[in-house]
């Protein structure tokens, strides 16, 4: 799929990597339909976006609520008449213990980082098939296969985006239509800094990290090139493999990893 011209919804788009792939998305000519709740952020990166000369259209958006999914589509198709690109990014990180997450907890977490992207997904893709072209971009987490401690509720939202994604393919083979799921390790954003928690346990970046403008070249690229999985940390890519056949190996990074994370938010 060409970018240029082209016509992409970005979730979360109000900081971090969809405020960054938005900026991509503008810089290679397509133009860009800014989703996010912060409608001062979203007016300010749609200046951004036609300052490099795309058409950017600001839509105040809670992904939780179906209804605000579905004016987010129809401000896209009133303003524009297609959707091509829906990069599902909009969600927010969650730690503490399993036991200790309240159901109300979880099934805002759920309604946020998955239901919003699924909703959205099947919003847009009756649109997809009726142009017979489209590309879904599912941003899910490195703990969305490999899950560490203190983080069960919100990697449990990130595989049921990667299930989603995988099972898309399949559905969609043969429609023009392609999904890719992205996923990035600890980035450079606020996501750390606003993460919400339920026991007092904060963490912190541990391990390799990448800048927002990095996923959001490779989300880009994936529309370009479309493939079925970015892994923005190539080292993940072999514990994956590692992690089918000997997951007590993951059980003990998983240990040293809460530890390392614990140690950077106290000497914050």
């Known amino acids: ?16 990597i969809g405020r960054e792939t938005a900026l991509e998305f503008a810089r290679q000519g397509a133009h860009v339909v800014l989703a996010a709740r912060r409608e001062d952020r979203l007016l300010e990166l749609a200046s951004q976006c036609e300052a490099l000369g795309a058409r950017a259209i600001a839509v105040p958006t809670d992904v939780a609520k179906t209804d605000d999914i579905e004016r987010m589509v129809q401000a896209a198709m009133d ?21 200790e997450t309240t159901e109300a907890d979880m099934r805002e977490l759920m309604d946020v980082n998955y239901f919003g992207a699924f909703n959205a997904t099947r919003a847009v893709l009756p649109i997809m098939r009726k142009q017979r072209r489209g590309h879904i971009v599912n941003v899910s987490s490195v703990v969305g296969k490999l899950a560490f401690p203190y983080h069960g509720a919100y990697s449990a939202t990130k595989f049921a985006m990667i299930g989603m994604t995988e099972s898309l393919r399949g559905e969609l083979d043969g429609s023009g239509i392609t999904a890719t799921v992205v996923l990035p390790g600890s980035t450079r954003t606020e996501f750390f800094d606003v993460q919400r928690t339920n026991d007092g346990h904060v963490s912190a970046p541990t391990g390799p990290q990448q800048d927002a403008d990095v996923v959001a070249r490779a989300i880009v690229r994936s529309v370009t090139h479309p493939t079925p999985e970015v892994n923005m ?21 998983g240990r040293q990893f809460y530890r390392r994370s614990k140690g950077k938010a106290r000497r914050k």
């Open 1 to 16: 799929m060409r970018i240029k011209d082209s016509v992409a919804i970005i979730t979360g788009a109000s900081a971090g």
């Open 79 to 99: 303003a524009v008449g297609r959707i091509d690109i829906l990069v599902n990014n909009a969600g927010f990180g969650f730690s503490g213990t399993v036991e």
């Open 233 to 253: 940390i190539r080292m993940f890519r072999v514990a994956y493999g590692l992690h089918g056949f000997f997951p007590y190996l993951r059980d003990i990074a």
